[in-house]
């Protein structure tokens, strides 16, 4: 039995703004179209924007948006490094969601 390799991609994002979510959301149409998963882009792009929306909002700063390729789909999730963390967000008002729902290929 031969062993896929899993292929993924980190994307270390200094001070995300609005302006930046383009060429992010660019980066990960690639890794698609590379990974023949194309069909997922619109649906991708989608929480790529979701995703940085959120850390523009509540934790503004650095962030790291790992992408990868799963059996069944793809996996994109973001992790910040504020010092405060959840509290901290609490007490601006936001707090961390729960995971969005995985994104599968139609059929």
Do not use: Y
């Amino acid at each position: 039995m031969a062993i896929s390799p899993v292929r993924q991609h980190h994307m270390m994002l200094p001070a995300i703004d609005p302006e930046a979510m383009e060429p992010v959301r660019e980066i990960a149409r690639v890794l698609l179209r590379m990974w023949r998963k194309s069909d997922l882009e619109f649906a991708i792009e989608l929480g790529v924007t979701e995703l940085l929306t959120n850390v523009v909002k509540h934790a503004p700063g650095d962030c790291e948006l790992p992408v990868r390729e799963t059996p069944d789909g793809i996996l994109v999730g973001v992790a910040d490094f504020e010092a405060a963390g959840c509290e901290g967000a609490r007490r601006r008002g936001g707090g961390r969601p729960g995971p969005l729902p995985p994104v599968l290929p139609d059929g």
